[in-house]
């Protein structure tokens, strides 16, 4: 199946910038800080079609944990898919985001090449504001995730999931909260990352 999308991506977790994870001056990442990964992600599709369905101007909301001492450190993760999409599209962003389409994701996707649990998919209102270092996002009553400023390093930091190629932005993150059936924590000032990906199939 053809499929394409490119956007703008946010993104953080539980960790001190610079997340450990990154790629740090072309050096490969590690473990978490603390040994568990709390996060949320999010991706603003400004352009994407996925086998003729336009998927253009819709959102995606992940939120993930998982423990380095795990074997595999599988990840645990609930997909939210932005309301606005119909069944079809919904449909279609949910099987490029969980690796069922192959390309981009089997490569860069850890909850996709790893063991991974997935939780929930759920249709919810994302409202997103991918502005370059005070960006920020919320979906539904979930999770909600607000930047402050960039994090200021001489350091080039990349992060595999937008794609170690893309430029990116080490940041601070304000406030990262999530409460639902599955996830309960609020965090300040931790790390985030802002960055642009081009996903696309074989």
Sequence with gaps: ????????????????????????????????????????????????????????????????????????????????????????????LEAVFTGALGGTPARQFPWVYKPSDLLEVRPSAIEIDHTPGRGWFRAGGAVTLRVSAPYVTDSTVSCLIPGHERPGRELVCERLEAHDDHFSYAFEGRCGFESSFAYASD
């Design 1 to 92: 199946m053809s499929w394409h999308l490119n956007g703008t991506s946010l993104e953080a977790c539980n960790c001190d910038p610079i997340c450990p994870c990154r790629r740090i001056d072309g050096a490969p990442g590690g473990r978490s800080q603390t040994g568990e990964c709390t996060g949320a992600l999010s991706w603003r599709i400004e352009r994407g079609v996925v086998e003729r369905v336009d998927v253009s101007g819709l959102a995606v909301v992940m939120v993930i944990w998982y423990s380095d001492d795990q074997d595999g450190s599988p990840w645990s993760w609930v997909l939210h898919l932005d309301e606005r999409g119909d069944l079809h599209q919904r449909a279609a």
